[in-house]
Every structure is written in C-alpha cells, then in structure tokens.
C-alpha cells in the first residue's frame, strides 16, 4: 500500500532559523514521483517541487532545499533562514501509476514562523 | 493567465438536494483530478481524470461522480449529500499526472452539507 507520513504536525521557530519538514513514504513500486506543495493561510494550494523515483539528486531553489532519500525512504524539505511569510501548510506527496496516475498525500505539517 | 477555476468558492446545502461543483482549465491540460482536504487527513483523492472519457476513481470516491466530457471541464457531481461530505474540495490538472512538472489547483470549494 502507498503511503505518506509526515509525523510532525506543528512546528513553530523564530525568524531566520532555520527549519525541516520530514515526509517519509511507502510504495513498492520503482516508479513513483514525490512531491511538495505549500497552502498559506490564504487556503491555495502552491506546487513546490516534483522528483521521480530515479532521480535522488537534492535541489536548492534559493531557501529552500529538498533531500531525497530512497534509502530510508525519506523526501525532506529544509526552510534556510525562516520568513514570516513562510507560514502555511506543508504536504508532501507521493504520486505513482496503476492504469491511471494516483497522488496521496501527507496530512501536512503546520508552519509558523514568528517574527 | 494560466488557472484552474472551481465554482462555487462557498456552498451550504441540505442533506439528499444533488449538487455540481464546476472545474474548468484553460491550459488545455489532459489531467484532472478532485480532492477532498479534512482535518489531520490532508488531501485525498476522489476520482481523477487521465483524458477526455476517461475516468477513474481515487481513494475516497463514494458518494461522488465525475464526469470527462470535454478536456477543459471535470465537474463533480454529489447526488444526495450527506453531512460527511462537509469538507474543502480542490480541482487539479496537470498536463500528464506526475510526468508534467507542475500542477494547478483551483481555489477551492468549501462544502457545508446540513
């Protein structure tokens, strides 16, 4: 069965801290997409990023920094230096093909960041 | 502008009155797909849409029917609501599932069934 745990469910931190949002998964398929995506208090929903299941490489896109790991089945997003406008609702993701492309998602993870 | 556009943004209705959520995309996108998000639960899939006249279903599709028939439009359809279905409902399409490298959401559809 796929699955999607993001076991914290609130975090809090100060302004210019840094912060990390764990997502850890399961599927028994080889071919699987993970994603991210960002609900500020505004309610919409903001895609991140997208990787696929072959390609483990991080990425940075300025504060923002994912690590994959297939080894301990683990996809985490890392905030550098914290912005109040950071504070949303984080989901991660995880996307696979059975005759149709279905998507689960975490229960997301609370952000506040005070200023 | 490229969007997603989900109506009606708020909806009260009574238990058993059927009612349509409209989802439109004017990205000419092949994929689409419904959520539900509930407290603690996330997001999860009701039924999605791979292409026009094909439909399949999610994890949570009972009590809900889509419909495909024209590649911009993927309404949602709740013939008898029950009070259950009281959740915040999202539109998506991307351009092929998870192969495109983005998706856009709707604004989303906040269901109150009394």
Partial sequence: AQKVTQAQTEISVVEKEDVTLDCVYETRDTTYYLFWYKQPPSGELVFLIRRNSFDEQNEISGRYSWNFQKSTSSFNFTITASQVVDSAVYFCALGHYTGGFKTIFGAGTRLFVKA | ?114
């Fill in chain 2, 1 to 114: 502008e490229a969007q997603v556009t989900q109506n009606p943004r708020y909806l009260i209705t009574v238990t058993g009155k059927k009612l349509t959520v409209t989802c439109s995309q004017n990205m000419n996108h092949e994929y689409m797909s419904w959520y539900r998000q509930d407290p603690g639960l996330g997001l999860r899939q009701i039924y999605y849409s791979m292409n026009v006249e094909v439909t399949d279903k999610g994890d949570v599709p009972e009590g809900y029917k889509v419909s495909r028939k024209e590649k911009r439009n993927f309404p949602l359809i709740l013939e008898s609501p029950s009070p259950n279905q009281t959740s915040l409902y999202f539109c998506a399409s991307s351009e092929r599932g998870g192969v495109n490298t983005e998706a856009f959401f709707g604004q989303g559809t906040r269901l109150t069934v009394v």
